[in-house]
């Protein structure tokens, strides 16, 4: 079971996910949590600052923080635990001052120490939930990520090693749980070999909680938000979006790739390998069945499941007059990207040139005087991938047509489709988003009763 940011965000909702957890003890959960709600982002700006070497603004963000986790833990916990706790909280706060004040004193902040300063988003929210649980009479047990989740040393984006994180999971995790303890963890953590602290990559909990479900082989990994499962599309921009009831592992994975937040994009990858189904739910409607991530999905009679709209996305034009289909050439390309480890989106080519899309990043400007060697390089900010997902879209005649129909006065730099056959994909600028999306949302969801291409 994960929490994420919202569900462990206050008093209120950690009270909410103590009973969620109660209701579910015969089923033996592990529970996952996520930082409190915007807290990551905080200790980031702390970071960042302390690099600046602005040791003020720093040390009154970690106050802020400090205050808020306190005042949680007053609400939370009787006088007498809450006194224990103050302590161990401070203490933690104590070790991340001190480590923001080095940080200050040399004015560098390496990705290393700002996954140290990350950490503490996580350590702090599942030390808070465990003692709230224990309280209330949950027999909980707090663990350290660190100590489980095993990764290799790329700083602020950590892949796990699955062997060992997995002989750490049987080891330390297994017999609480057979013990009938309910193990806590923190999500978005972990360690190298040799117990540097990690992060793998914003919203990582959800994916931290796959890696534990799929290492100990649970019958369920339970994603616990604050919306009731996975949507037609985010709704923060169209609040009329509907609950998808059940979606296949391939198109989750493709909409939480394409900017579908509520999942991390790598969530799905170790529920796949063991085949073991995830929950969406909703932790302020615990009632609502929310979404269910399946190998299959039922067919559905709509043609699409859901929109996703990714932001942030450069894209890179390479023109070659006289290269392009020499022998190579794209893989000289591709070499590149690689050399920068910048991973590409979306791709379309003509006879002379190629058009990329990338996270927009420091590292372009690099990448492209690099591409420059070999060609005309152009890049272009601020623009947006929309994705449509649904089954068998490479079947369907006209399918485009009646996208792009709906979107005869928006410029559109990028298309790809028959990649998949789930996913119909084109490039527009950003600040077109909320627009796109809800005329197309509008077009092919308002009356989900009524199949669409009939
Ligand atoms: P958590 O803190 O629980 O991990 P996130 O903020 O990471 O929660 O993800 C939940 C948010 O994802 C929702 O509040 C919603 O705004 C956003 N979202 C984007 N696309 C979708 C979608 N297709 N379905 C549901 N939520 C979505
Ligand atoms: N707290 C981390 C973040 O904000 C991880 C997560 O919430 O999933 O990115
Ligand atoms: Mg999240």
């Known amino acids: 079971m994960k929490f994420g940011g919202t569900s462990v965000g206050d008093a209120k909702a950690i009270a909410r996910v103590v009973e969620i957890v109660r209701g579910r003890l015969p089923q033996r959960p592990i529970v996952v949590v996520s930082a409190m709600a915007k807290v990551t982002d905080q200790l980031l700006q702390m970071a960042r600052a302390a690099g600046a070497g602005d040791r003020r603004t720093a040390l009154t963000l970690a106050r802020e923080c400090r205050e808020r986790h306190y005042n949680t833990a007053g609400e939370l916990l009787g006088t007498a635990l809450f006194t224990q706790f103050h302590s161990d909280l401070g203490t933690e706060f104590e070790e991340l001052e001190e480590l923001l004040r080095g940080i200050a004193a040399v004015g560098e902040l390496t990705p290393r120490t700002t996954d140290h300063v990350a950490s503490y988003g996580e350590v702090l929210s599942s030390k808070l939930v465990t003692a709230a649980m224990s309280t209330h009479d949950i027999p909980a047990v707090l663990l350290d990520s660190r100590d489980c989740i095993v990764t290799d040393e790329t700083f602020t984006r950590a892949a796990p090693l699955f062997d060992d ?135 559905c009679k709509n043609f699409f499941k859901a929109i996703a709209a990714k932001k942030r996305i450069t894209i890179i034009d390479i023109a070659a007059p006289r290269m392009l289909l020499a022998h190579g050439f794209l893989k000289a390309i591709f070499d590149a990207f690689d050399r920068h480890r910048i991973a590409v989106d979306v791709v379309s080519t003509s006879e002379v040139s190629v058009s990329l899309t990338v996270d927009s990043n420091e590292q372009i400007p690099a990448l492209a005087a690099d591409l420059a060697k070999l060609a005309d390089v152009k890049y272009e900010g601020r623009k947006a991938i929309v994705c449509l997902v649904g089954e068998n879209l490479r079947e369907i005649p006209g399918i485009s047509a009646h996208v792009f129909g709906q979107l005869s006065d928006v410029k559109i730099r990028m298309i790809s489709q028959g990649a998949s056959e789930i996913n119909l994909t084109f490039v527009i600028d950003e600040d077109q988003v909320p627009a796109i999306v809800q005329r197309l949302h509008r077009r092919f969801f308002s009356d989900l009763d009524q199949a669409i291409f009939a």
């Open 165 to 299: 994180t997995n002989a750490k999971l049987k080891e330390l995790v297994a017999p609480l749980v057979e013990g009938g303890q309910v193990p806590v963890m923190g999500g978005f953590i972990g360690a190298t070999r040799g117990g540097v602290t990690t992060t793998i990559g914003r919203g990582g909990s959800d994916f931290s909680a796959a890696i534990v479900g799929a290492g100990l082989s649970a019958d369920k990994i339970e994603i616990w938000t604050d919306v009731d499962g996975m949507m037609t599309t985010d709704p923060n921009i169209c609040p009329d979006a509907k609950r998808i009831k059940v979606i296949s592992f391939d198109e989750a994975a493709e909409l939480a790739y394409f900017g579908a937040k509520v999942l991390h994009p790598a969530t799905v990858l170790p529920a796949i390998q063991k085949n073991i189904p995830v929950y969406i739910l909703n932790s302020r409607n615990p009632a609502c069945e929310g979404t269910r991530i399946a190998a299959r999905a039922p067919h």
